[in-house]
């Protein structure tokens, strides 16, 4: 009885933690072009693919988890590159002068931090949503 009590507190506090957990995903190929900056990629680029979002985050970032949920509710095609944690993230990072995460960019705008309202508005502009 006493190993099915430990179980269960153990199934529950990750039911509860599973919002809090770290994301260490990246759902980018290679580098992403930033809005107003061209990267040459080696091999077939294929534009119907690209992501609609590039979102330069961190793995312990509140608004970073917020703004990939943000991404999944609303069906975004997005791309997020862990500043800290991934090559390509760290160098776009000091490329754009990052003070922050998240960094997102959608068409021309580029925001800094997550503010569901601004970036709906900046999806509009772009013709995303």
């Not at 009590?5 to 759902?27: E, G, H, K």
Request: proline share 5%; with cysteine.
């Amino acid at each position: 009885m006493l190993g099915f009590a430990i179980f269960a507190v153990i199934i529950l506090l990750m039911i509860v933690q599973i919002p809090y957990m770290s994301i260490d995903r990246t759902y980018c190929e290679g580098e992403v072009p930033v809005p107003g900056r061209q990267i040459i990629q080696a091999g077939p680029s294929n534009i119907k693919d690209a992501p609609d979002v590039l979102m330069l985050g961190a793995a312990w970032c509140p608004a970073c988890k917020d703004a990939t949920r943000f991404f999944v509710k609303n069906n975004i095609n997005y791309c997020e590159y862990d500043m800290e944690k991934n090559a390509i993230g760290a160098k776009l990072f000091q490329e754009v002068n990052g003070r922050g995460v998240p960094i997102l960019f959608i068409g021309e705008h580029r925001i800094q931090c997550f503010n569901a309202a601004t970036v709906t508005k900046a999806l509009q502009e772009a013709g995303l949503i």
